[in-house]
C-alpha cells in the first residue's frame, strides 16, 4: 500500500497560485478566508498536521502542540516570530522558520513613509482637508519638522534597521545614531553611516526615532514614560516592529500632552483593537500592520514559507534543509 501522504495546514489566504505548489507532495487543508482561530481551533489543526504555515495571528506554543505528535514543522510567514514558542518547538524536534530578507527593503520604505508622514503631519493634513477645514492658504498650517539633515535614531539594527539607516543616511542626509544591544562591525556601520549609542542617548539625541527591534519579554515596554520624557519634545515616534514594544497609553498621553511631536504607528499591542486614546489624536500616524505589504514583496514572503515547509518536511530540491530555519529564540534578528 502507498505511503499516506503528510498532511499540511495552511492557516490563512496566501497566494493560491503559490500554496498550490504544496499539492505536489502533502494532502493540503488551507483557509479559504481570513479566520481568527481561537487557540484550541489551532490544537486542533496541529493534532491532525505533520506541518504548518502559519501567521502572527497564531500562536503556536506548547498548548497548541501537546496533541500534535506527527508534526514535524511550522513555517511563519513573517520575519518576526514573537508568535512561535521556538523553545516549545524545539524540545519537541519542530522545525520552525521564518522569512527574513525577502521583506527588508519593503519594510524599510514603509518605516520612511510612516515617518515622514509623522513628521510632515501628512496624514493630519489630509483629514484636516477632507473634513472641510481648508478655508484659504495660510503661512503657518501644519507646520511640522524636517527630515533631511535631522537626526534618525534606530533602535534594533538588523537587517531592516540597517535598509533604514542608508535611506536616511544617502537619501536625506540625515546623522544616523543605532542602538543595539551589541554594536556591529565598523564595515556595517560605515556601510550605513551609523554610530552606535547607548540607549539614552539615543531616546536624547533623535529627531526621528524608529522601533525595529524583536520583540520579547526583554523587550517589552522598552519605551515607556520614562523613555518617552528623554526624548526631544519635537521629535517623532516609528514603530513598525511589534506593539508590545510601546506602552500605549503612555505613549498617548506623550502625545496628548505635548511631550512628544507625533508618532507613526503600524503595529498595536492588542491587535486589531487600537487603544481609544490614540484613536483621539490627530499627531498621531496608523496604519493597520502593513509594513511589508507590497504585491512583490507578500508573494516572496508567501514562497519563502512555502520553501522552507517542503525543505523541513524532507520535499523537493532542498529536503532536509529549509532556506531560513529559526535557530533560537535568543538570537532574533529582524
Ligand atoms: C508580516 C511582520 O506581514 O514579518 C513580520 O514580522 O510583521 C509582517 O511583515 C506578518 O508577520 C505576517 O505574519
Known amino acids: 500500500m502507498a505511503e499516506a501522504r503528510p498532511r499540511v495546514w495552511v492557516s490563512q489566504p496566501l497566494f493560491d497560485d503559490i500554496v498550490g505548489r504544496l499539492d ?34 497564531e500562536h503556536i506554543g506548547a498548548g497548541e502542540i501537546t496533541g500534535a505528535t506527527r508534526l514535524r514543522a ?9 508568535n512561535l514558542d521556538v523553545a516549545a518547538l524545539e524540545a519537541r524536534g519542530i522545525v ?14 514603509m518605516a520612511f513613509a510612516l515617518l515622514m508622514a509623522a513628521a510632515r503631519r501628512v496624514t493630519e493634513g489630509e483629514r484636516w482637508l477632507r473634513e472641510g477645514r481648508w478655508r484659504q492658504w495660510s503661512f503657518d498650517t501644519l507646520l511640522g519638522g524636517d527630515v533631511h539633515g535631522s537626526t534618525l535614531g534606530i533602535l534594533g539594527m538588523g ?6 539607516a542608508r535611506r536616511g543616511a544617502f537619501g536625506f542626509g540625515m546623522r544616523v545614531l543605532y542602538h543595539n544591544r551589541s554594536r556591529l562591525p565598523v564595515g556595517i556601520e560605515s556601510n550605513c553611516r551609523a554610530a552606535w549609542v547607548d540607549f539614552d542617548t539615543l531616546l536624547r539625541e533623535s529627531d526621528h526615532l524608529v522601533l525595529v527591534l524583536p520583540y520579547s519579554p ?44 507625533s508618532a507613526a504607528l503600524d503595529v498595536f499591542e492588542g491587535e486589531p483593537a487600537v487603544a481609544p486614546k490614540l484613536l483621539a489624536l490627530r499627531n498621531v500616524v496608523l496604519t493597520p500592520h502593513v509594513g511589508s505589504a507590497s504585491l512583490a514583496t507578500r508573494r516572496a514572503m508567501a514562497t519563502l514559507a512555502v520553501d522552507n515547509l517542503v525543505a523541513a518536511l524532507g520535499r523537493g530540491p532542498d529536503a532536509g534543509r529549509p532556506p531560513t530555519p529559526i535557530t533560537g529564540a535568543t538570537t532574533a534578528k529582524r
Open 218 to 261: 526583554a523587550t517589552h515596554h522598552v519605551i515607556d514614560s520614562a523613555a518617552l520624557a528623554k526624548m526631544k519634545p519635537t521629535a517623532t515616534l516609528t514603530n513598525i516592529a511589534r506593539g508590545g514594544l510601546v506602552d500605549e497609553a503612555a505613549l498617548a498621553d506623550a502625545l496628548a500632552n505635548g511631550r512628544l511631536a
Open 74 to 82: 511550522v513555517a511563519n510567514v513573517g520575519v518576526g516570530y514573537d
Open 24 to 57: 505536489e507532495w502533502f494532502e493540503v487543508d488551507a483557509a479559504r478566508e481570513v479566520t481568527a482561530w481561537s487557540p484550541d481551533q489551532v490544537a486542533a489543526k496541529l493534532r491532525d498536521a505533520d506541518g504548518a504555515v502559519v501567521t502572527l495571528n
Open 159 to 164: 537587517r531592516i534597521g540597517q535598509g533604514i
Open 96 to 109: 520552525a522558520t521564518n522569512t527574513p530578507d525577502v521583506l527588508t527593503e519593503t519594510t524599510a520604505d
